[in-house]
């Protein structure tokens, strides 16, 4: 089955505490995680960030509203126990616990008009309702929207600019990413014909130890077979053992196929992992807003000396 929502969570996570003992976060997650049945690659399904599982996430905010709303306490780090209100809650046997549920406590109101009121939500970014998604979810989901617009741009501006324009970008980007040393000295032979299919040479490392050859085609077609075929035969010709096959489009399954038996190592680099590393190595792209997710330090809550 699908991972349950946080909403979904929280009636079966008040329930679970409604026995009166103090329960671990970790035993809440483990004991709704049978409930539900989930699987294990269910259990291990990570945000986008790779952070944080997804479940272990949505427990944590199901747990978290309760407590906004006076359902539930923690009584140590770690910790939660039902609070004379939720035992009355559970008395009442709802159907469903949801935000909406939550609304009539004041001090939960008190908590959403707070959050509502120090929350910028871009207006350009199509966001599911917050009714399905951890406010981490949504902010990911927000995040791997804005990339994927700003991908499309970033391929829509490499099929405008010249075949040269782009192979000594293809160059720059291997240079941000560790290859070659300098900018200056690690490209050689970009943008020259006759080269058997070879558009570039960058050093492997600053010393030179290796070579790679780069071949890079701005196409807007599949990149078949033939085509990567005709760059290891330009790869043999030079006695090169390894090389890169950059596009701005994508590669049919015969040519992934056929690059993974060789014993030449090629790498395939379609149009979607290029402009992510080109996000990820700022080649072509500015920062235009930064954000800083932070969490509680319980070490500093901890009692004792504190800030000695």
Same mark, same amino acid.
């Given at each position: 089955?699908?991972?349950?929502? %946080? !909403?979904?969570?929280? +009636?079966? +996570? #008040?329930r679970l505490a409604a026995d009166g003992n103090e329960h671990t976060t970790r035993e809440a997650v483990e004991v709704l995680a049978t409930e539900f049945q989930l699987t294990p690659a269910e259990r291990n399904e990570l945000l986008a960030s790779g952070q944080q599982a997804i479940f272990n996430n949505r427990v944590g905010w199901a747990n978290s509203y309760l407590k906004k &709303? $006076?359902?539930?306490?923690s009584p140590r780090r770690g910790a939660l126990r039902i609070t004379a209100r939720g035992k009355q809650i559970v008395g009442d046997s709802p159907t469903r616990i949801d935000v909406k549920y939550l609304e009539r406590f004041p001090e939960f109101i008190e908590f959403r008009d707070t959050s509502r009121n120090n929350r910028e939500t871009p207006t350009t970014v199509s966001v599911p309702a917050a009714t399905e998604q951890t406010p981490e979810e949504a902010l990911e989901l927000a995040h791997q929207s804005l990339r994927l617009g700003l991908a499309q741009d970033i391929l829509g501006r490499i099929l405008s600019c010249?075949?040269?324009?782009?192979? =000594?970008?293809?160059?720059? +980007?291997?240079? @941000?990413? *560790? %290859? $070659? *040393?300098? =900018? =200056?000295?690690a490209g050689e032979r970009i943008g020259q014909s006759g080269d058997g299919g070879i558009d570039g040479i960058i050093k492997e490392d600053r010393l030179g130890l290796d070579t790679i050859y780069i071949q890079a085609k701005r196409w807007q077609g599949s990149v078949g077979r033939p085509e990567i075929q005709k760059f290891v035969g330009a790869l043999q010709g030079q006695r090169a053992k390894k090389g890169v096959f950059i596009t701005t489009s994508s590669y049919s399954a015969e &040519?992934?196929? %056929? &690059?993974? =038996?060789?014993?030449? @190592?090629?790498?395939?680099?379609?149009? !979607?992992?290029? &402009?992510? #590393?080109?996000?990820?190595?700022?080649?072509g792209v500015s920062v235009s807003a930064s954000y800083i997710v932070k969490r509680i330090d319980s070490d500093y809550f901890e009692e004792g000396e504190v800030g000695l």
């Open positions: 089955m699908p991972i349950p929502d %946080y !909403q979904t969570l929280m +009636l079966p +996570l #008040l &709303a $006076g359902l539930l306490d010249s075949p040269t324009f782009f192979e =000594r970008l293809v160059v720059e +980007l291997l240079v @941000k990413m *560790g %290859y $070659g *040393g300098s =900018r =200056r000295d &040519a992934i196929d %056929y &690059a993974s =038996r060789i014993d030449t @190592k090629v790498v395939l680099i379609d149009g !979607q992992v290029l &402009a992510n #590393l080109m996000m990820d190595f700022d080649v």
